[in-house]
């Protein structure tokens, strides 16, 4: 099979498209033929060096988040199904097959395509266990969303929603229609209008841009809020100023959450942007895009 690996932690150069033998799925394992696999921030960063942090020895092959159809099944998954799921550490998405263990992943929803499948679950998990497992948010309350209309942003906009909370989207003006659409009550033009100040007393800031902007976002918060980030640690210091609770959010595979999602999905209440979809082959210009941060969605590699 083609996959990309590195052998090496470093730039675009350790990156290469090689032909190797198909992973042999362990005991609780699946085989899935890679129909579309996601690219995300954590891609690249893995490549630069931040894999060895999570005790991942090259070579590798990158990419975590994936769908496609089961090959060799295991439990509840049979040879055929149509699967999606995040990879965790294993990675190896960005290759004709994977083998992962059967919990990581969901039956992919008749009516979604595999492009779209492939790009919920870490947008999705990332921000779950933002504002729900760390920043409690609950029916009724208020929220800032920063980056609204980017992958993580727009996941978050909509799970807040469905949670009953008041969600502002924070974003280009460009795209407030969008971000509108996904269900955000009020939206700010971050190039129109300083946000701090547009609103006050709110009881959760998700932060998916960091910097200036996390920094100013402290002013938002109502005493005893929360502020989280996906981005950078929110100062500290900050946090006493202004008598709020501060943390980031380390995403991490739990299948009964990626469960609750796929229902979402099914029932349409979940929805992805798409911007890219490149052949395999085009993995260098891929992360490319997704280093520059200006990618309008998620970007797709196909196998």
């Known amino acids: ?39 995300n921030p954590v891609d690249w960063k893995i490549r630069d060096g931040l894999g060895e942090l999570f005790g991942m020895k090259p070579p590798l092959i990158l990419g975590c988040e994936v769908a496609g159809t089961v090959e060799t099944g295991s439990g509840n998954l049979a040879p055929g199904d149509e699967v999606y799921g995040y990879l965790g550490t294993h990675s190896g998405g960005y290759a004709e097959y994977a083998a992962a263990p059967e919990i990581e992943f969901v039956s992919k929803p008749k009516q979604v395509d595999f492009d779209t499948a492939a790009s919920v679950p870490v947008g999705a998990l990332t921000a779950w266990q933002a504002m ?16 609204a209309s980017g992958a993580v942003g727009s996941m978050a906009v909509q799970l807040a929603k469905v949670k ?32 701090e ?14 910097g200036e902007t996390q920094e100013r976002a402290f002013q938002t918060l109502k005493r005893g809020g929360f502020l989280v980030s996906t ?18 959010v380390q995403m991490k595979s739990k299948p009964e959450q990626l469960a609750d999602i796929n ?41």
């Open 1 to 39: 099979m083609k996959a990309v690996r590195i052998e090496r932690y470093g730039g675009e150069e350790v990156m290469e498209l090689v032909e190797m033998e198909r992973p042999k799925p362990g005991a609780g394992q699946v085989l899935v033929k890679v129909r579309a696999a996601a690219v």
């Open 164 to 195: 009953g909370a008041h969600v502002i989207g924070l974003a280009s003006g460009k795209n407030e229609g969008f971000v509108r659409k996904l269900g955000a009550d009020d939206f700010i033009d971050y190039r129109k209008a300083k946000f």
């Open 197 to 210: 100040n547009e609103v006050r007393d709110l009881d959760v800031v998700f932060d998916a841009v960091g």
């Open 231 to 248: 981005v950078n640690p929110p100062s500290a210091e900050k946090a006493k100023e202004f008598g709020v609770t501060v943390a980031m």
């Open 263 to 303: 229902q979402l999905l099914e029932s349409g209440k979940l929805k992805v942007r798409v911007a890219t979809v490149l052949p395999l082959s085009e993995f260098k210009e891929a992360l490319r895009l997704s280093t520059s941060g200006h990618a309008d969605g998620k970007i797709i590699l196909r196998p």
């Open 132 to 147: 729900f497992d760390l920043g409690k948010l609950a029916s009724g309350q208020r929220i800032l969303i920063t980056g």
